[in-house]
């Protein structure tokens, strides 16, 4: 079975500060896709970016980023000088060949970026 | 990406009653799924909505309770049907798009539901 941990279930950072937001993914399969995506308070979910598991370079894309390493199951998002638009829930998702095409949520983190 | 419109965006029912919600893609997309989001939690999969024949259910869910419809490759239809307080939800409908890499899927708007 699939299950993806995201430990934090709150983060509160004060704006320009720069947060992680951490997912810990389990799995026995060896093919694997990884997402992150962006819940605003609209309640919507934004794709933000997919990885698979054979792919482990780090990906930036503006303020974002994205550190994947295998050897510790993980998949973190780094959100860089981070801005009140960037208040919102994100969720880490896993999906495996195995199970079709189920997505396995994590349960989510909520950021609060004040101002 | 695929334009993903889903209606209504919320509604308030009472008890007892059913709500259809519908999903409208501007193209066509290979699959289309069912997710709930509870107050607070995060997201799980309903069903597998397939195109000319019957939804694949996940397990914890029933067809008679969440009968769903996918007549062609862009519409898709969710009934929450004798509604009870715990169907106090947020509705998403999901879809893989055709001609994207493999393994992208993206949400609609999602619709609010709240049983009293």
């Known amino acids: 079975a699939q299950k993806v941990t995201q430990a934090q279930t709150e983060i509160s950072v004060v704006e320009k500060e720069d947060v992680t937001l951490d997912c810990v993914y389990e799995?026995?399969?060896?093919?694997?896709?990884l997402f992150w995506y962006k819940q605003p308070p609209s309640g919507e979910l934004v794709f933000l970016i997919r990885?698979?598991?054979?792919?482990?370079q780090n990906e930036i894309s503006g303020r974002y980023s994205w550190n994947f390493q295998k050897s510790t199951s993980s998949f973190n998002f780094t959100i860089t000088a981070s801005q009140v638009v960037d208040s919102a829930v994100y969720f880490c998702?896993?999906?495996?060949?195995?199970?079709?095409?189920?997505?396995?949520f994590g349960g989510g983190t909520r950021l609060m970026v004040k101002p | 990406s695929a334009v993903i419109s889903q209606k209504p965006s919320r509604d308030i029912c009472q008890r007892g009653t059913s709500l259809t919600i519908q999903c409208q893609v501007d193209?066509?997309?290979?699959?289309m799924f069912w997710y709930r989001q509870q107050p607070g939690q995060s997201l799980t999969l309903i069903a597998t909505?397939?195109?000319?024949?019957?939804?694949?259910?996940e397990s914890g869910f029933v067809i008679d309770k969440f009968p769903i419809s996918r007549p062609n490759l862009t519409f898709s239809t969710l009934t929450v049907s004798n509604m009870s307080p715990e169907d106090s939800s947020i509705y998403l409908c999901?879809?893989?798009?055709?001609?994207?890499?493999?393994?992208?899927?993206?949400f609609g708007p999602g619709t609010r539901l709240t049983v009293l």
């Open positions: 999901s879809v893989l798009h055709r001609g994207a890499a493999y393994n992208e899927q993206f």
């Open positions: 799995t026995r399969d060896t093919t694997y896709y």
């Open positions: 990885r698979n598991s054979f792919d482990e």
């Open positions: 998702a896993l999906k495996v060949n195995n199970a079709g095409n189920m997505l396995t």
């Open positions: 193209s066509q997309v290979t699959m």
């Open positions: 909505a397939n195109q000319g024949s019957e939804a694949t259910y």
